[in-house]
């Protein structure tokens, strides 16, 4: 994003600065990385840059799941590297769960979030057995087989049966960014909003009014650090998620996070009668990538029709929206140094699982910026070679 000559400050140009790291990228992972930065090194002057607003990203344009994934998910990841590293990335999501919320939601009362559970949801008995594998058993990853009859009557009227697992966590995103950023100018953090960083030198940051002189840079922009540098370009792609929020005419009696991963939908309830759902990608993925967001009419219908027809209610539409991820080959994120010309590192390519993975991630970023570890896990799993 540049600055045209009319909206450009009446000084034209602001004093360089200096900092030992930048971090550009004010979302969760970003607000999240400098907050572990500064618990293990205090002593250390960072910059946090973010080219919109607070919450203009993925961060604050999601149904509000905290949450470890889906029991469909960790099957993916059981296929993909097997029931050892699935389990451990199953932990990685339990554990940063747990840390959120020894850190930020309980020392933050001005976060409104539930202690829930999710249900991984199947119409038909059908579609189970389908999904069903011999080798992938869901109990491994603490999901609990939940018949029709142990659902709510809302729910149980329409899916035959689910997988719970807890606990999970309904936050309002904006919240959780907000109480971020708080925390962080309450030590002497700068969160610096509407500044775009444009290109990185031996010597420090340029941004589009100023340079920011450090000894070393973070990039935490998930689904737009392709638009940063085309160095990405081969590494994250970006995806459009579309959302909607509804006003149901009757009550769903749930309260659970819920994942229809045949339909590729979920939802959940964020108070009475509101409900916010998305998904519905597998309508169109092709139209779906790209960074520009923007509502798909064919992806929207998709999603009134999912609860004309499924949850069978009456409802009336109060939003819609999109928001953009960063989706890697395999669907996993990466947290990594990086060769640029200062000392350089990137964390991103989160998909839709950034609320899950992120502040445990922002904990490893931190850990290998500081020196406490030389890998991530997500090193140990899909290295990845990235040069600016």
């Not at 990203?57 to 029931?83: C, D, E, I, V």
């Not at 100023?210 to 085309?230: R, W």
């Not at 219908?301 to 209610?313: H, M, N, P, R, S």
Request: aromatic content about 12%.
């Amino acid at each position: 994003m540049t600055i045209s000559h009319w909206l450009r400050p009446h000084q034209f140009t602001s004093p360089d600065m200096t900092a030992d790291i930048v971090i550009v990228g004010s979302g969760y992972v970003g607000l999240s990385t400098a907050w572990w930065l500064s618990e293990y090194r205090p002593d250390l002057k960072i910059i946090v840059l973010d080219r919109s607003r607070l919450g203009a990203g993925a961060s604050g344009r999601n149904a509000g799941f905290l949450t470890k994934g889906s029991a469909s998910f960790y099957k993916k990841l059981h296929k993909q590297w097997g029931q050892e590293s699935a389990r451990k990335l199953f932990k990685f999501a339990e554990d940063s769960l747990s840390l959120v919320d020894q850190h930020i939601l309980k020392s933050s009362p001005e976060i409104k979030f539930e202690k829930t559970n999710s249900l991984t949801l199947f119409q038909t008995e059908a579609l189970k057995q389908s999904w069903e594998e011999e080798s992938f058993r869901p109990g491994d990853y603490n999901f609990e087989w939940k018949s029709a009859e142990d659902l709510s009557s809302s729910l149980s009227s329409t899916f035959f049966g689910a997988y719970e697992n807890s606990p999970e966590y309904k936050i309002d995103p904006f919240q959780l960014l907000s109480s971020l950023k708080k925390s962080l100018e309450a030590r002497k953090i700068q969160v610096i909003e509407n500044l775009s960083a444009f290109s990185i030198t031996a010597e420090g940051v340029s941004t589009e009014i100023n340079f920011i002189k450090c000894s070393q840079v973070i990039l935490a922009m998930n689904g737009y650090l392709p638009q940063f540098h085309d160095a990405f370009k081969s590494i994250v792609r970006p995806y459009r998620a579309q959302m909607m929020a509804v006003e149901l005419e009757n009550d769903i009696d749930s309260s659970a996070l819920h994942y229809d991963s045949p339909e590729r939908v979920y939802w959940r309830k964020s108070s009475d009668k509101i409900l916010l759902i998305g998904g519905k990608r597998i309508l169109d993925e092709a139209g779906e990538v790209g960074d520009f967001d923007k509502i798909s009419g064919t992806i929207q219908t998709g999603l009134e029709a999912y609860i004309t027809e499924v949850l069978k209610v009456k409802f009336k539409v109060i939003n819609r929206w999109s928001g953009i991820m960063g989706f890697t080959e395999h669907e996993l994120p990466f947290v990594t140094k990086i060769q640029s010309p200062l000392e350089g590192y990137a964390i991103g390519g989160f998909s839709g699982h950034g609320m899950g993975f992120g502040f445990r991630s922002a904990q490893e970023m931190a850990q290998l910026v500081t020196g406490t570890i030389s890998k991530t896990l997500f090193d140990e799993l899909m290295p990845v070679k990235i040069k600016l």
